[in-house]
């Protein structure tokens, strides 16, 4: 724990160069249809919950196949440096400060095009009665990282290798509607269809 508070720091303190990623295109250019899943929703974040996020560009959207029960809400939060303190918030913290109580929590592999799977953070939350699927994931690069503690590790090792510290939160949300075991799988087509169009928009 001691020497990884100290490459943090020489990381963090010492490059004292400037970082500039930038992403390929900006995420509102993102497509509205993709792979039979249709954007029924654009969402948009008020201004103080932004001054909080201090994501550099966002994208939020409701998005629906034929025969969903319900839209799956698509988040991404995209930062461009984490040496100013703008990283991204754990959806692991930010549920249960907006009253989602999660009742389990994994790691699992996802199955993606054109690739090995992904592991994603899987939470299935509740807030009375409502019930909602939760995968969540950081990608930076090229990398996807399901834990918070891996994924700070790397911030540190890409500080040092390439002074750079940017990075994506990518979040999907499913309501439960009929079952647990649909909405999870619901979920996880979503991330399948999505996975690859986004890494297009994300600096590698």
Known sequence: MTLALVLHAVAFYSLSHGEAVLLVRP????????????????????????????????????????????????????????????TPHSPKNCLPGSGWVPSSSSIVDVPVPGGAPIQVNQYIVSRGSARDVVLYWYQSHGRVVASEYKAKVYVVADALRYNRTDTALVRVVVPVVTTEDAALQEARNFVASLFSPLARFLPT
């Not at 792979?35 to 939020?60: K, N, P, Q, S």
């Open 27 to 86: 995420l509102s250019q993102f497509p509205k249809e993709i792979d039979g899943w249709r954007m029924v929703e654009e969402g948009v974040i008020d201004a103080e919950t932004l001054a909080i996020l201090r994501a550099d560009d966002y994208l939020t959207r409701d998005y629906a196949a034929a025969g969903s029960p319900a839209p799956a809400n698509l988040y991404v939060a995209f930062f461009r440096t984490q040496r100013t303190g703008q």
